[in-house]
């Protein structure tokens, strides 16, 4: 029989200590975890102990929503699960370290190794909720309830939240939630400490339409990129709408509701405006005219009620409780969810004005706001080249604003590749394959996970509600453990918040004096208004002018001819007077060459006188005077 080789046996004793040190680091970071949160359990009941809670804007009962954690675990030795999970020993432990963070964290819920391993709590460090995240699934795979449980914690760690609440159940954030024994054994099985707590919660309504303080913009604030988007305009048309945009600023005309923007548009493709058109170059009248009936038929729709003013100052997200809690905004939108385009766009336009005014802060323990965006894929369907250069560079650059963005949608495919490399978390809910379509998008989902010791393409397929495939980024920026999880429950009502609860907050909230009413003050309508009725008025001068004008020439005209012919009377008198003047002169110089010479010395006797006192006239009135009485011989 060969002797042992003295090498084999020192690398076996070397191999043997290497896997007894591990396991010690196992075990001691599984301590330490569970040191960690029955630490942050404590703080919690001291927490819950100092402070009660009264929802924003009504009463609620006196409890507190604070970060859920689990119950200290009972940790003796490595945490492996029931063994029966796809994980092993040492991939639960790696899981475990993985999530030990030292700062706070939002809680998530619990590793699902074929069963719950309450020790095993899946969190995100509340420093990292600024590097954005995803949330995606199948529809009823618990989307919802994962947004407002993250919402709940968040709010209780003093960071503001906005959210859309698509279908009306997230309101529920504002009442307190109702044990039973199902949630109760399904809380435990986690290792969640649940109590019911209502949320510090605002209402929000686009255009005033339903329940809650009115969110308007004005059509300058909302800009050519994103109103193209909502029109459905082709690229042609928004850069032709983008032009509009430019003269209506050159010019100081204010847009501030639809009607403002039609009148431009009415103005320019009109005959008062056609030089404005023509000096503003690519514009075509055919393209303007396209442009005006989209938006009289978008108009017609009722979209007009979302543009005005007075505009919200988007700053009213980042307020928070007396208490210190974060006040969770919400956008309520059941009204206007068969205008798809428009909610999602008007999402958009609030984050670009969030970029716009808030200032850089560069990395925070903690956000200013966390920004749900529900039904992204909206959002992106249909989308210019433009829009989503727009969308993409916001989403890079608002992380430094202190402001993180959630997606919220059914698979990672609707959100384009250039978004989705922003995000640092990823809950993952079940999917499903029902079509080659569906197969493909999970084959590109799983290869978008870390190397993990799942088959994520069956597991993303046999997630049960409420469970998700999640991962984060840590917080020195890497990405954490693959972990099957199983999600916490809501504090908050799973279910619609009473509609007079609602309305009682909203009628009680600070900033219904200041938003509550439209206003409608001068803009582009009534200065083309009066524009146009000044141009109307010259033109009923100048036309008044021509008719006088005209009036006075046709009277000059008669005028002129009855002087003519007046001028005409007294020529032809003149020549007739003339004429019978040289007749009598003829007369005259006939007459005198026939009759006697008279002289006479005391004056000169006139033509008739000379004419009856001639012999000739002196017989002939002989002659008649005898006839007459009869004295002429016969």
């Known amino acids: 029989m060969t002797a042992p080789d003295p090498s084999d046996a020192a690398l076996a004793e070397a191999e043997l200590a290497r896997l007894r040190a591990e396991a010690e680091a196992a075990e001691a970071a599984a301590k330490a975890a569970a040191a960690k949160a029955a630490l942050a359990a404590a703080e919690v009941e001291a927490a819950r102990a100092r402070a009660g809670v009264v929802s924003a804007g009504q009463d609620a009962p006196p409890t507190t929503v604070t970060p859920d954690a689990p119950a200290a675990p009972d940790a003796t030795g490595p945490v492996t699960g029931d063994g029966a999970g796809p994980l092993t020993g040492d991939e639960v432990a790696a899981i475990v370290r993985g999530y030990a963070f030292e700062g706070p964290a939002i809680a998530v819920g619990a590793l699902v190794n074929g069963d719950p391993?309450?020790?095993?709590?899946?969190?995100?460090?509340?420093?990292?909720?600024?590097?954005?995240?995803?949330?995606?699934?199948?529809?009823?795979?618990?989307?919802?309830?994962?947004l407002q449980g993250l919402a709940e914690q968040l709010a209780a760690h003093g960071v503001?939240?906005?959210?859309?609440?698509?279908?009306?159940?997230?309101?529920?954030?504002?009442?307190?939630?109702?044990?039973?024994?199902?949630?109760?054994?399904?809380?435990?099985?986690?290792?969640?400490?649940?109590?019911?707590?209502?949320?510090?919660?605002?209402?929000?309504?686009?255009?005033?339409?339903?329940?809650?303080?009115?969110?308007?913009?004005?059509?300058?604030?909302?800009?050519?990129?994103?109103?193209?988007?909502?029109?459905?305009?082709?690229?042609?048309?928004?850069?032709?709408?983008?032009?509009?945009?430019?003269?209506?600023?050159?010019?100081?005309?204010?847009?501030?509701?639809?009607?403002?923007?039609?009148?431009?548009?009415?103005?320019?493709?009109?005959?008062?405006?056609k030089a404005e058109l023509k000096g503003l170059g690519g514009l075509s009248a055919a393209t303007a005219g396209v442009i005006l009936r989209q938006l009289i038929t978008f108009a017609d729709q009722g979209a007009d009620v979302f543009f005005g003013e007075p505009e919200l100052d988007v700053r009213e997200f980042l307020r928070t409780a007396g208490d210190g809690r974060g006040i969770i905004s919400l956008l309520e939108v059941p009204g206007v969810i068969d205008k798809p385009a428009l909610f999602s766009t008007f999402l958009m336009y609030l984050l670009a004005e969030l970029f716009e005014v808030l200032?850089?802060?560069?990395?925070?323990?903690?956000?200013?706001?966390?920004?749900?965006?529900?039904?992204?894929?909206?959002?992106?369907?249909?989308?210019?080249?433009?829009?989503?250069?727009?969308?993409?560079?916001?989403?890079?650059?608002?992380?430094?604003?202190?402001?993180?963005?959630?997606?919220?949608?059914?698979?990672?495919?609707?959100?384009?590749?250039?978004?989705?490399?922003?995000?640092?978390?990823?809950?993952?809910?079940?999917?499903?394959?029902?079509?080659?379509?569906?197969?493909?998008?999970?084959?590109a989902t799983v290869g978008t996970y870390p190397t993990s010791g799942y088959d994520l393409e069956r597991v993303l397929q046999e997630l049960g509600t409420g469970e998700a495939i999640v991962t984060v980024m840590n917080e020195k920026g890497a990405p954490s453990p693959v972990a099957w999880t199983r999600l916490q429950a809501p504090r908050g009502l799973m279910s619609p918040t009473p509609e007079a609860q609602i309305v009682a907050a909203v009628a009680a909230s600070p900033l219904l004096a200041a938003y509550g009413t439209a206003v409608d003050r001068e803009s582009a309508r009534e200065i083309l208004t009066a524009k146009m009725q000044a141009a109307d008025a010259r033109a009923a001068a100048d036309e008044a002018a021509r008719e006088q004008a005209k009036t006075d020439a046709e009277l000059a005209r008669h005028r002129a001819a009855m002087e003519k012919a007046e001028a005409a009377e007294r020529k032809k008198a003149e020549d007739a007077e003339k004429k019978a003047q040289r007749e009598y002169e003829r007369l005259l110089k006939k007459t005198a060459g026939t009759s006697r010479t008279t002289r006479r010395t005391t004056r000169s006797s006139s033509p008739l006188e000379e004419i009856l006192g001639s012999p000739a006239t002196g017989k002939i009135l002989d002659g008649v005077i005898r006839g007459v009485f009869g004295i002429g011989r016969r």
């Open 359 to 443: 200032p850089e802060v560069g990395d925070v323990e903690k956000p200013k706001l966390v920004f749900f965006f529900d039904e992204a894929h909206l959002l992106f369907r249909d989308a210019s080249k433009d829009f989503l250069a727009a969308i993409v560079q916001t989403v890079r650059l608002i992380r430094s604003k202190g402001v993180g963005v959630f997606f919220v949608t059914q698979t990672p495919k609707d959100v384009p590749a250039d978004v989705l490399a922003q995000l640092g978390s990823r809950v993952q809910h079940a999917l499903r394959a029902f079509t080659p379509d569906d197969a493909k998008a999970l084959r």
């Open 160 to 273: 503001p939240v906005f959210a859309a609440d698509i279908k009306g159940d997230l309101s529920g954030v504002a009442t307190p939630g109702e044990a039973s024994e199902k949630l109760l054994a399904r809380t435990r099985g986690i290792g969640q400490d649940w109590q019911p707590a209502a949320s510090a919660t605002e209402y929000f309504a686009l255009g005033g339409i339903g329940h809650g303080i009115p969110v308007r913009a004005t059509v300058s604030g909302f800009g050519p990129l994103l109103l193209s988007k909502v029109l459905g305009l082709n690229a042609t048309q928004e850069s032709s709408l983008g032009l509009v945009f430019h003269y209506a600023d050159r010019e100081g005309l204010a847009l501030v509701d639809l009607s403002d923007l039609r009148a431009v548009l009415t103005f320019l493709t009109g005959d008062e405006g």
């Open 117 to 146: 391993v309450p020790e095993a709590q899946v969190r995100i460090p509340l420093a990292m909720m600024n590097r954005h995240g995803l949330v995606a699934g199948a529809t009823g795979t618990g989307k919802t309830r994962t």
